[in-house]
């Protein structure tokens, strides 16, 4: 089948990874179409959000271009793997981050003996990373699942997840950081998620990039039902909501001096 979809003899294929993945195109759903109804939310949805609030970040509403002045450098990075640990060559425990961001800074300071490292380490320390994954909204039928003040409806809000066991790398500092953002931004009340006490945790790729090179983060998303399914559901307003946190925190981030700004999302 293979060979004939490419038009070329068995014998030429050396090896082959095929993955089977639904071909209908997402749709709108509900009254007020306000739900989107889609194969791989989890996680397209952050990584097509994050691209669109970079593109919106470099331009302003009269077409100037907003890079020509920014002295700080915003970046996603999508990182493959996710959902099976995160230990590849492509996944968020190799090294790629750390590399790029230290790449970069050489570039930077080419030329000043030493200011290169100088330079990197200033970067790591001043720099704010989003990672970005799906939430578990709350399902009608299973709504004993959530604990009862930590419960994300889709349409209400991006979530910001914590967990005591290090799970996910929210902490005080960098939930109040995204708080702010919001509030500035005038986007909806953020909603908070805390898995019950009783039930494990999944986790992200933010303790492991947080924990690797050292930069503050958070782990926030969109709520949905279905996670992991061949159809997911979310929410129209979340979707909108999250862009323009990406826009805004790079916006805030810069204004208050807070510096390069690293924004990782994943793609499992």
């Given at each position: 089948?293979?060979?004939?979809?490419?038009?070329?003899?068995?014998?030429?294929?050396?090896?082959?990874?095929?993955?089977?993945?639904?071909?209908?195109?997402?749709?709108?759903?509900?009254?007020?179409?306000?739900?989107?109804?889609?194969?791989?939310?989890?996680?397209?949805?952050?990584?097509?959000?994050?691209?669109?609030?970079?593109?919106?970040?470099?331009?302003?509403?009269?077409?100037?271009?907003?890079?020509?002045?920014?002295?700080?450098?915003?970046?996603?990075?999508?990182?493959?793997?996710?959902?099976?640990?995160?230990?590849?060559?492509?996944?968020?425990?190799?090294?790629?981050?750390?590399?790029?961001?230290?790449?970069?800074?050489?570039?930077?300071?080419?030329?000043?003996?030493?200011?290169?490292?100088?330079?990197?380490?200033?970067?790591?320390?001043?720099?704010?990373?989003?990672?970005?994954?799906?939430?578990?909204?709350?399902?009608?039928?299973?709504?004993?699942?959530?604990?009862?003040?930590?419960?994300?409806?889709?349409?209400?809000?991006?979530?910001?997840?914590?967990?005591?066991?290090?799970?996910?790398?929210?902490?005080?500092?960098?939930?109040?950081?995204?708080?702010?953002?919001?509030?500035?931004?005038?986007?909806?009340?953020?909603?908070?998620?805390?898995?019950?006490?009783?039930?494990?945790?999944?986790?992200?790729?933010?303790?492991?990039?947080?924990?690797?090179?050292?930069?503050?983060?958070?782990?926030?998303?969109?709520?949905?039902?279905?996670?992991?399914?061949?159809r997911e559901t979310m929410g129209v307003c979340d979707c909108e909501c999250l862009?323009?946190?990406?826009?805004?925190?790079?916006?805030?981030?810069?204004?208050?001096?807070?510096?390069?700004?690293?924004?990782?999302?994943?793609?499992?």
């Amino acid at each position: 089948m293979v060979a004939s979809e490419l038009g070329i003899d068995i014998e030429d294929i050396a090896d082959f990874e095929l993955n089977l993945y639904d071909v209908q195109p997402a749709s709108l759903g509900g009254a007020y179409s306000e739900f989107v109804h889609s194969a791989r939310l989890d996680n397209l949805a952050s990584c097509y959000l994050a691209l669109r609030g970079l593109v919106d970040h470099t331009a302003s509403d009269d077409g100037l271009d907003l890079l020509a002045d920014d002295e700080d450098i915003s970046m996603i990075a999508l990182f493959d793997h996710e959902e099976v640990g995160s230990s590849s060559l492509t996944g968020a425990g190799s090294p790629i981050m750390s590399e790029a961001v230290r790449r970069i800074s050489s570039a930077l300071g080419a030329g000043d003996a030493g200011g290169s490292d100088d330079l990197y380490a200033s970067a790591l320390a001043r720099s704010f990373v989003l990672s970005v994954d799906q939430a578990h909204a709350i399902h009608p039928n299973y709504a004993s699942k959530h604990e009862k003040n930590h419960a994300p409806r889709m349409n209400d809000g991006m979530v910001i997840k914590r967990n005591a066991n290090q799970r996910y790398a929210t902490n005080g500092i960098t939930g109040f950081v995204v708080r702010e953002i919001a509030r500035r931004a005038g986007l909806s009340p953020v909603q908070e998620f805390v898995v019950r006490n009783d039930c494990g945790c999944g986790s992200t790729i933010g303790p492991i990039i947080s924990a690797a090179t050292g930069m503050r983060a958070i782990d926030l998303g969109c709520p949905q039902l279905s996670m992991h399914s061949i159809r997911e559901t979310m929410g129209v307003c979340d979707c909108e909501c999250l862009m323009f946190s990406w826009s805004g925190c790079a916006a805030v981030l810069e204004s208050s001096a807070m510096g390069t700004t690293a924004l990782s999302f994943m793609e499992s």
